[in-house]
């Protein structure tokens, strides 16, 4: 996770301002599974972050597990 927000800070001047201003209100996740009609089940670990200034535009990421 940390990885993957360092390059979201390096690569965003959005993110890191909402980084750095901690707008961040929710952060949820956890193992999810998506079954793929040719290649079958996929399991990815999912993370959503719910920020303050826009609670309605929730950031989901998926890092394949």
Same mark, same amino acid.
């Given at each position: 996770?940390?990885? /993957?927000?360092?390059? %979201?800070?390096? +690569?965003? $001047?959005?993110?890191?301002? @909402?980084? &750095?201003? &901690?707008?961040? @209100? /929710?952060?949820?996740?956890? *193992?999810?599974?998506?079954?793929? !009609?040719? #290649?079958? !089940? @996929? #399991?990815? #670990? +999912?993370?959503? %972050?719910?920020?303050?200034?826009? *609670? &309605?535009? !929730?950031?989901?990421?998926?890092? $394949?597990?």
């Amino acid at each position: 996770m940390e990885t /993957l927000v360092q390059e %979201l800070r390096s +690569q965003s $001047p959005d993110f890191e301002r @909402l980084w &750095h201003n &901690h707008c961040v @209100l /929710l952060r949820e996740g956890g *193992p999810c599974r998506f079954r793929h !009609p040719t #290649d079958g !089940p @996929l #399991d990815f #670990d +999912q993370t959503t %972050l719910t920020f303050t200034t826009w *609670p &309605h535009y !929730p950031l989901v990421t998926l890092k $394949p597990r």
